[in-house]
């Protein structure tokens, strides 16, 4: 386990590695490593992200006063000395003097990694406008992994919707229709539909009324039939002047689906999304055309 935490202003860049020891179990050190520049790491700072207490600090010259995060000003829990301010007789040659390219090594009195959030350096003879620095830096948060797009059972393409809501005219797509090793994502059946039927001036995508998205579930007869059991879970529809292309078609579904997100909720997941869309339209499943309620020239998919 490492954590790094960076900084870098106009002259100055470096890099604090924290990591335990590998030929020295128990034992953890800080690599700060400067990228760009340099400059005399006078002293250390660094405490956890709990703000609260008295905080640590050194007086005089290698004090950290008036330094912040985000705002907010700093508490240490821990403050050490390295070097005092100044090159003196030894110049470039001083042990903590850090040239770019150059790494110095400290060993760190913690017992584990999680107490340090926050690292902090007060440094002098730096090549800044200001010839030294009070930095404070936090570990960046990493960013969020997207989430992956819902799949869904079957998506009807309406041209024509019905009195009781239903598709009267228009195409059904299931997953299994859309090409080898697609999932059915709202987009790879937009897609799909668009290849198939784009150019028919009548199923064109500016013709829908509605595209309705349902799942689908199964269930056996009395003759050991097996029947499709569609359920809606939610529908995007057409505004005023129709969808313009496949792109406002997708655009129209993702503002569906951000609407219908739960505005308190941490991170919804698929299937609670679909259960707060499916609350607001869900017709039965005999709400649906057979197919031969579809013109002649087009069988349901």
């Known amino acids: 386990m490492t954590k790094m935490f960076t900084y870098q202003e106009d002259g100055l860049a470096y ?55 985000h705002g907010q000003h700093m508490q240490w829990d821990t403050a050490v000395q390295l070097s005092s301010p100044g090159l003196g007789p030894e110049g470039e040659e001083k042990e903590t003097y850090v040239s770019n390219g150059e790494t110095l090594t400290i060993e760190l009195n913690i017992n584990s990694l999680d107490e340090i959030d926050v690292f902090g350096i007060r440094a002098t003879s730096t090549t800044t406008e200001s010839g030294s620095i009070k930095a404070v830096s936090d570990q960046p948060e990493e960013p969020e992994e997207p989430e992956d797009d819902p799949a869904y059972d079957k998506v009807g393409f309406g041209v024509a919707i019905g009195e009781n809501g239903g598709i009267e005219n228009g195409v059904f797509v299931r997953e299994d229709d859309l090409p080898e090793g697609q999932e059915g994502t709202f987009a790879n059946y937009v897609n799909y539909y668009q290849e198939q039927y784009g150019d028919d001036p009548e199923f064109a995508i500016s013709q829908l009324e509605s595209v309705v998205v349902y799942d689908v579930s199964f269930e056996v007869d009395e003759n050991g039939d097996i029947l499709e059991i569609p359920n809606e879970l939610f529908r995007v529809d057409a505004p005023e002047e129709g969808f313009q292309d496949a792109d406002a078609l997708i655009a129209a579904y993702e503002e569906t689906i951000d609407s219908a997100a739960p505005e308190e909720a941490e991170e919804p997941d698929g299937a609670d999304l679909l259960a707060a869309l499916s609350l607001e339209t869900n017709f039965e499943a005999d709400a649906f055309p057979n197919d031969d309620m579809l013109e002649d020239e087009y069988e349901m998919i």
């Open 15 to 69: 890099t604090v590695t924290l990591y335990e020891d590998p030929d020295n179990p128990g034992t953890f050190l800080a690599d700060i490593t400067v990228n760009e520049g340099a400059m005399d790491v006078n002293a250390i700072y660094f405490g956890d992200d709990d703000f609260s207490g008295d905080s640590a600090g050194l007086k005089g010259p290698l004090n950290m006063n008036g330094a912040q995060l």
